[in-house]
Structures are given as C-alpha cells and as structure tokens.
C-alpha cells in the first residue's frame, strides 16, 4: 500500500530532530536553532515570516517562542537573555516596518558587544529591490550597526548561513549578526542535512606581548586597573580579581564592567568618567600604568583626552584590534582573549606591594563616599540600599537609561557578573522593559528587579501585557520624579535652569496603567512605605510595580562637565 505523506524522508535520528530529509526553508531554519541551542525567541509575526511561524507552531516543543508586543521590546528581550545567560539571543520580526522596528535594539547590543541573530523576513526574491509592499533593504540599514549580516537568496546555502552567523556573533567581540530571509526561500523545498555548529576560537597572546606587559607591571609603582565589559563576556571576572590582589592595585570599572569585580572588595573604587568616584578618576590622573582591560575608552569615561591619564603608560588588553588606539594612545597593547591574556601573566609576575600608592588612593574612597546629596531621606540612595539588603547577590538588576541607571550603577553593591544589565554605549531610553522579561526568561531561577525611570519607561510600557501574560515575576521599581532627570540636570547646571521639554506634568497614572494590564502595583512616599512594598513584591511569584515618588531635582553626583578633565569634579 502506498501511503502519501508530506516530505519524503531519507534518515531520521532517534531522539533528534530529523537529521536528512526535504523540508522547506523556515524548517531548516527551525532545526538550524535547535541545532545551536536556542530555547527560546522573541518576536512578532507577519506576512513575509508566515512560513516561519507556520514552522515554530510544528516545533512549538522543542523551541519557546515570546511573542512580545512590539518588535523593538523583541530586540530587548534577546538582548537581555544574552547578557544574563551569556548565550546568543534571537529575535524576529517580519519585512519593512517590521524589520526596521528592531533597529534600535540590533544598534544597542552593537555598541555594547551583545551577541544576538535578528532574522528578518522579506519579500520574495523576484520582489526585492521594486519597492514592494513591506519591503525594506534591511541588510543595508543595519550594515552599520552589525558585526556582518546577510541576505539569504540561496536554499542550499541557507543552513551554512545560521551556523555562521551563530559562530560570527559569538566569536571575538561579541555582537548581533542580522539574517533576512525573502519569503520564497522560506517556503522551498531543499534536501537538508544536519550539521554542528561552527567551533569558536580563542584568540591567543604572543609571547613577546606578555613578556612586555610583565615588563611593565614589574617597573609600575602606582598601578591602576580599568576593567570593561569585556572581562564579563570573556569570563574571566575571577582572573581579575587574582590579577588585582597580585598586583595590589585599586580597580575600577565602566558601566558595562558593572559586576566584574566585586563592589565589596577592598580594591574597588567605583566607576572611573563622567560619573566616576574621586578616587577612580584621581587614580587615572595620577597613576604610573593604567592597565586596560576589555575596554574602550568611550567618551563618557576619558572626556578630555589630551588630559586623561597623562601621566600613566597605557597597557590595553583587548580582543578588538580597531579599538586600540582609537581614542586614547597606548603604551603597549595585547590583542587577544582577556583570559587567555591575565592567565600567563599572573603565572609569570611577582606579588606587587604598592602600600603607599593603594593607602593613598583608598583613603579618597573612604573620604570622598558618594549618596550623601540627596534631597530628603527618601532618595535614589535609600531604595537602592533597601533592595541591596534585601535580594540574594545574584539579583539581576536591569535598567532604562538615564539618573536612574547611574544610581543603580553607583549604590548598589554588584558582585557577581552578568547582574548589571543596561544600555551603555547607546543609551537606550525603553531598553530595560525588554531586557528585563529576556533577563527573567534566561535566567529563571534568579530574581531580576527593574529599575526604571519615568520618561524612560514610558517609552516602552506596553510590554507590560507580555509581562503579564507570560507570568514574569520582574519587580519594576519606578523612580518617579516628573521629568527627565538627566536631561534637567544638565538644563540646570549648564543652561540657566532653562527646563525647556523636559518637565512630565502629565499622565500616565502607573498606578492606573498597572490596574490595565492587571498588573499589581504600590505606591510609595517614604522609605516606610518602600520597604513595604518591596517586601510584599519579593513575596510575590508575578510582576510587580512599585512607584516611587522622588524629588524633581535630585542629582547624579559626582559629575564631571562634558570635555573637562576628569579629575575636575562636580561632587556635591
């Protein structure tokens, strides 16, 4: 008897997904995923991804699709899975508005070397470049914003294309990768086989790099460490710390190193830049090797750059070639993996004691403590050291970005990492919502508490329903001081108090828009009535949102006015 069935079958594996067979394309893309390990996706269905979908429902048990409520809060939420988990993230969005709504999120993880795979639909191949309906050349939108990106016209080539762009956003500097798939090639027919994912390499130091830098620290007597995010993503946090306590010097960190050397330790000096402590920026002005690890000099840290550092050779570890020298000259530099690099070089140092050096700069951090300028007791300070006492060390604090992100950064004692997760180098504002729900799902066993501010959190509220809906125990403190903090901020220091546009004296009522999405929400004034709140949400297995209502002109200090030294700072 013959029995006629879908797609002929040459191989089934047990136990596996089927291995060799005829499928269409959105199947192989499915098995592609599972194949690289993938989970869970964030997306929004449409018209030129229909056969994607149509394939996520047939395989609905062995990957988990979040279907967010805006492709951007999609983008976010892969974002946030990959800095919580330290895996790719995945996001997909339909062609044309669809696919430019991911932009945003695909330009965040870029400047901050997150490794996502955005997949994009498109209209078919006979279609593109006729200004078709939906149809959008996202491959050369997001060319800028992406470490590489294709366009996939070929069936047979189709598998060999997800593998590598998996190994592309994760090997090196992590960053997203962007495929879009015209429909056509979604619907045909290929013979597909199964195959592994592409290896990752290590990026190996030269000898005569690690002998220099050994040369280097043996001859510094007022060492200083600048640790970015690089030290997160290459997991070497615990080379760090041995690396420090061996060269007894005082660290500090970038934002996005937020969480690679524990706040508590007597080493730590707090960030270094614009919002830096007096201790951190006083030890890169007056240090004889500052030693660079996984960063990049941004603007918001070096602000002047004639001045910064100028009396300090530059030791820049790196796995980026193009970033060094880019903004500041180095002394010497290693080009190569963060932990294949510390490895070998602490094997071969000596045990450093640089006790006037590290008494001197430790007795600034001691004087110079910041969260004694706020306005009133209940403050950013108060209700970030309220949750601080009261969360495991492995809490994942998300944020939005702007006065909010800093204090979160600044007052809460981070000592784990991949715990601090923000938008640094393109200061997303509507980042955190997204990236909180990525966070949660990545990490299900783990708190995560959302700090937010107001303007920012408008922005993106409305994935408020798929954080209801999916049941997301995120904690959402709501920093709620009627305006865009930062931006007065600079109207009232650098613009005559000109507070042009950035008062929020209208609604919404969070509260009320909680009540919308049948989300449980408090309301709070005081630090009495915080503390309560917090507790009763911690409580809790659902989303939650607590108000709080904080001063108009609460700041973020110390700051450093933009282009000045860094040393020159603004601290109370």
């Not at 006979?126 to 069936?155: C, M, R, V, W």
């Not at 715990?419 to 799902?441: D, K, L, V």
Request: net charge negative; proline share 4%.
């Amino acid at each position: 008897m013959i029995i006629c069935i879908k797609y002929v079958l040459k191989i089934l594996c047990v136990g596996k997904v089927i291995i060799d067979m005829k499928i269409n394309g959105s199947e192989i893309l499915i098995n592609c995923l599972i194949e690289e390990g993938v989970k869970t996706i964030f997306g929004y269905p449409g018209g030129t991804v229909l056969n994607i979908y149509d394939a996520l429902y047939k395989y609905h048990d062995k990957i988990n699709h979040i279907l967010t409520t805006h492709e951007q809060g999609a983008a976010h939420a892969a974002d946030g899975y990959a800095r919580a988990t330290g895996k790719v993230g995945v996001c997909i969005a339909t062609s044309g508005p669809g696919a430019t709504n991911l932009v945003t999120g695909i330009a965040t993880a870029y400047m901050d070397s997150v490794p996502i795979v955005a997949i994009t639909g498109n209209v078919p191949t006979s279609l593109l470049g006729k200004d078709s309906f939906q149809e959008a050349d996202i491959a050369g939108i997001t060319a800028p914003i992406t470490k590489h990106n294709y366009i996939a016209k070929d069936i047979a080539t189709l598998a060999h294309t997800i593998h590598k762009a998996f190994q592309i956003a994760r090997e090196g500097r992590p960053g997203p990768v962007l495929i879009d798939i015209p429909k056509d090639i979604s619907a045909q027919l290929y013979d597909y086989q199964s195959q592994k994912p592409f290896e990752i390499e290590r990026y190996k130091p030269k000898e005569e790099e690690i002998q220099t830098a050994c040369r280097l620290i043996a001859e510094s007597k007022k060492p200083f460490i600048f640790a970015g995010g690089g030290v997160i993503n290459s997991g070497s946090c615990d080379l760090l710390a041995e690396f420090a306590e061996k060269l007894s010097a005082p660290v500090s960190c970038s934002l996005m190193g937020t969480g690679a050397f524990p706040a508590a330790n007597r080493l730590y000096t707090g960030m270094l830049g614009m919002h830096g402590t007096k201790a951190s920026n006083t030890a890169s002005s007056e240090c004889d090797l500052l030693i660079a690890i996984g960063c990049r000099f941004s603007d918001r840290v070096v602000s002047d750059s004639k001045t910064f550092a100028s009396n300090a050779k530059i030791l820049h570890i790196d796995i980026d070639a193009a970033e060094i020298d880019k903004n500041i000259k180095t002394y010497h530099s290693v080009i190569a993996d963060i932990k294949e690099t510390l490895a070998p070089i602490i094997n071969q140092m000596e045990q450093k004691n640089n006790r006037q050096w590290l008494d001197y700069i430790l007795s600034l951090k001691n004087k110079y403590q910041i969260g004694n300028s706020h306005i009133g007791e209940f403050s950013p300070y108060s209700i970030l050291k309220t949750i601080g006492k009261s969360v495991p060390k492995d809490t994942i604090i998300t944020t939005e970005v702007g006065q909010h992100q800093i204090w979160a950064a600044q007052y809460y004692d981070f000592s784990e990492p991949r715990t601090f997760i923000s938008s640094g180098g393109f200061g997303t504002m509507g980042y955190g919502t997204g990236a909180s729900m990525g966070a949660c799902i990545g990490m299900p066993n783990k708190r995560v508490i959302h700090i937010a501010g107001d303007g920012s959190f408008r922005m993106n509220c409305n994935e408020l329903s798929t954080m209801k809906h999916y049941n997301l125990p995120v904690i959402i403190v709501l920093f709620n001081n009627g305006t865009l903090g930062m931006v007065r901020q600079w109207q009232n220091l650098f613009y005559g108090q000109r507070y042009s546009q950035t008062t929020l004296d209208r609604g919404p009522d969070f509260n009320l828009l909680a009540d919308a999405y049948g989300i449980r929400s408090f309301k709070a004034e005081n630090n009495e009535q915080f503390a309560e709140a917090f507790s009763i949400a911690l409580s809790l297995n659902e989303p939650v949102i607590i108000n709080a209502v904080i001063d108009i002109d609460e700041r973020v200090l110390p700051m450093v006015p933009a282009g000045k030294p860094i040393d020159e700072l603004i601290l109370e």
